[in-house]
């Protein structure tokens, strides 16, 4: 049993390290069918807007309302995203999970691993 309790140790450690599992490529215009699945979004800023509460929306696929997508970083994480506001026009990689709101696709940000500029 005290052997075990090692190896055990071991690959719990070696689990808990390994990396995540690459998340898909999508299109924004696929984003609303990959609803509840971890996805990445890659494609060019259309827009980028702080409403007055402080929620910055970055729109891709078109500017709102007609975009395809949206990746949204909520007030208190936006500290975490200091270049947000200079993205109209580069081409971005954002992962997370897609959800609906008001029936259009999103994914909040609140890290900056979920995030990538190209």
């Known amino acids: 049993m005290r052997t075990l309790i090692p190896a055990l140790g071991f690959v719990l450690t070696a689990f808990l390290a390994a990396p995540p599992a690459r998340a898909e490529m999508i299109a924004p215009a696929d984003a609303k069918a990959h609803v509840g699945q971890t996805v990445t979004v ?61 029936g259009r696709p999103e994914i909040i940000l609140k890290s900056p691993d979920q995030f990538h500029a190209k």
Do not use: C, M, W
């Open 42 to 102: 890659e494609a060019a800023v259309s827009d980028v807007h702080t409403g007055r509460s402080g929620v910055t929306f970055i729109d891709i696929g078109g500017r709102y309302p007609d975009n395809a997508f949206t990746a949204v970083i909520f007030a208190g994480d936006l500290a975490k995203f200091p270049n947000a506001g200079a993205l109209d026009g580069k081409t971005v990689a954002i992962s997370g999970p897609v959800q609906l709101y008001q």
